[in-house]
């Protein structure tokens, strides 16, 4: 992963937007008044699962993260690409060939690792050794499109089979060995992993397959589970099962069910409950929890009742709340002063199972009451005191002392002052104690953590204000255009005379969505109107990410004469151009589906915009004889959403 994907991977544009502009959520986007230009009804958009932006007012501008900093702060893309790498916590370090090795290694390792996927996937389909694993998926009732869709497959018992299927293409065993598909014996010879199991892909949030969950066939004797070993590309505790194809739905719903196992996860898709997710582990991690923000402030936590699972929904519990982002809010003392605490912005909620059963078994024979319990869940508050109060002596003074205290910290994180208080009279109850002692120990903890916030003062007064909180593939066509159009310096000028012939504007850097291709284009326009067409001098520049996307652009076709580079380069202009239309009429559908009517005006004419720019442009692509030339003219459009 290079640094431009990493910062895009850790930066939420939510955050990042919502610490310029004030953002209200509009159904799974959220929306503003366009700081670009004067508006009086919110045009500008956020869009969390593809993190991108758009303005549909006059302006029209949209983008990434790294296009929105550089407008409205007026950086270059170096200062933007430097800022917002701080603010990520990736540092920026020229390239070593090690890394660049690196990378190639790791593109490598997961293209074995997919390889492998579907060797599982067709043996499980058509294998008569997995005739046992069928068997077993249609006892626990999964279908063909669950089966499909998840890519399960079936290892056959023999020591070596993936070994040779995955040499036979090409992948050497010390490759195999380090993406965790073979163990290497001691004498250095290599065999299978994984054998005679149930396959399980796992997925990372982009969709890549990064490695395996694999479960026994037989019933007792070896480990039910065995996961893929920690690897350059697979480390459970960064992964949720289920995220890739559950980020949608969690939008929608806003919420997001952590359970434990696959088959939860797979069964509470198959039902239509597909805000679902398995942590990798005995416990949620920090990481999983910043990965599951980016989509929701509600989390629900359906683990099994058992005393493991109890204390795995504790820990879990405490590492959201740790993990979690905080609001600022005023605290005020009996004197009137005033101080500052951060309280939880964000909702934790625990969903307790009916005794042995597991959401997998619950699913598949009551959907209904699946249903019942996600809505009937409970606060940290409620769950965290149940189960206190039942290991608690309540004749003993001190243990009602320590329910108290355990229960203060969970109290002030409840962001509503009237659900707040009704908790502490909620405890005093269950303890048998006067009310006005618990309201008294949490309105002392709270002015304590307020007068501790950095930036009060001794009266309570605040000194300042706070900063604003500190906040994935790359376009082979992109990358395409823009090694056509360094090949041949005159290109540009002639693609952007033939657009305008058709009424269509010219070649811009926001028809680039990869930043780096889109800051190279940039300067590569600029150098050109300056009468510089060096390459090298293009390299120096740009910052070091750019120059070396520059040195791994795709090559474009050799001895072309001028006419065939003017085709290509109007071909695969258009298809830029058509695929970004196309996302932006996806967007446009989207939020027409959501909106109010008195909205949908808007919208309706913004769509009608857009399908006459995406007409001219489709008009442009047909119209002529492109496909005897240009290598993009079969290539189905990235993106494209129809």
């Not at 670009?36 to 699962?49: G, I, L, M, N, R």
């Not at 007068?451 to 605040?462: A, D, F, K, V, Y």
């Not at 996307?549 to 202009?573: C, F, K, M, N, S």
Request: proline content about 6%; glycine content about 6%.
């Amino acid at each position: 992963m290079g640094v431009v994907d990493e910062i895009k991977e850790r930066l939420d544009i939510v955050e990042l937007i919502g610490a310029y502009v004030p953002l209200q959520r509009a159904g799974r986007y959220y929306r503003a008044l366009c700081p670009f230009h004067a508006e009086k009804t919110p045009s500008f958009y956020v869009f969390p699962d593809s993190q991108r932006w758009h303005c549909f007012g006059a302006c029209g501008e949209g983008g990434d993260i790294f296009t929105f900093v550089m407008k409205r702060e007026g950086w270059d893309f170096a200062t933007a690409l430097e800022e917002l790498a701080r603010r990520a916590g990736v540092e920026l370090r020229p390239r070593t060939p090690e890394q660049a090795r690196a990378d190639e290694e790791r593109a490598r390792l997961q293209s074995a690792v997919a390889e492998a996927a579907r060797y599982y996937h067709h043996l499980l389909l058509h294998a008569p050794e997995a005739e046992r694993a069928r068997q077993y998926l249609a006892r626990r009732g999964l279908s063909a499109e669950t089966i499909a869709r998840f890519q399960l497959g079936y290892s056959l018992p023999a020591w070596e089979a993936l070994r040779n299927h995955l040499t036979g293409r090409g992948f050497t065993p010390a490759e195999l060995v380090r993406a965790g598909l073979l163990i290497e014996r001691e004498d250095g010879t290599a065999y299978d992993r994984f054998r005679d199991r149930l396959m399980i892909p796992v997925r990372n949030p982009q969709g890549e397959t990064i490695g395996f969950g694999a479960r026994t066939l037989e019933a007792e004797g070896v480990p039910k589970y065995i996961n893929s070993p920690q690897t350059p590309l697979f480390d459970k505790s960064h992964l949720l099962f289920g995220l890739d194809m559950a980020r949608e739905a969690i939008r929608h719903e806003d919420s997001v069910v952590v359970v434990e196992g696959y088959m939860d996860v797979m069964q509470a898709h198959q039902a239509g409950f597909r805000n679902v997710v398995a942590q990798m582990g005995t416990a949620l991690t920090e990481t999983q929890v910043r990965l599951l923000k980016r989509y929701t402030r509600r989390f629900i936590l359906a683990l099994d009742p058992d005393a493991a699972g109890v204390q795995a929904t504790l820990r879990g519990l405490e590492v959201a709340r740790e993990t979690l982002d905080r609001e600022l809010v005023p605290v005020f003392n009996p004197r009137g002063l005033v101080g500052f605490e951060r309280r939880l912005g964000a909702e934790i909620r625990v969903l307790t199972l009916p005794s042995g059963q597991d959401p997998d078994d619950l699913i598949r024979q009551d959907p209904a009451r699946w249903t019942a319990l996600v809505q009937e869940s409970l606060s940290v508050v409620e769950f965290v005191l149940r189960r206190l109060l039942a290991e608690t002596d309540l004749e003993d003074a001190k243990g009602r002392a320590r329910v108290v205290d355990a229960m203060i910290p969970l109290l002030r994180d409840v962001g509503n002052p009237v659900e707040r208080e009704a908790y502490a009279q909620k405890i005093a109850r269950a303890l048998r104690i006067d009310a006005r002692t618990v309201l008294a120990r949490l309105h002392e903890a709270e002015w304590q953590a307020a007068q501790r916030m950095p930036g009060i003062s001794e009266t309570g007064r605040r000194l300042a204000p706070e900063p604003p909180p500190t906040p994935s593939a790359v376009a082979d066509l992109e990358g395409y255009c823009l090694a056509t159009l360094l090949r041949q310096p005159w290109l540009l000028d002639a693609i952007n005379r033939t657009l305008a012939e058709w009424d269509i504007p010219p070649l811009h850097p926001g028809d680039f969505n990869d930043p780096t291709c889109r800051a190279a284009f940039a300067a590569w326009e600029e150098m050109l109107g300056e009468g510089i067409s060096d390459l090298m001098q293009l390299k120096e520049r740009v910052p070091e990410a750019v120059a070396f996307r520059l040195d791994h652009l795709p090559e474009p076709p050799p001895d072309l004469a001028d006419e065939q580079w003017l085709r290509e380069g109007v071909q695969t202009a258009l298809r830029l151009r058509e695929r970004n239309l196309r996302r932006v009429k996806t967007e446009l559908r989207a939020l027409t589906e959501e909106a109010p009517p008195a909205e949908t005006i808007q919208y309706g004419q913004a769509l009608e915009e857009n399908a006459r720019a995406l007409l001219r442009v489709q008009q442009a692509l047909h119209s002529r004889c492109w496909a005897t030339v240009s290598f993009w003219a079969e290539a189905p459009c990235e993106g494209e959403l129809g």
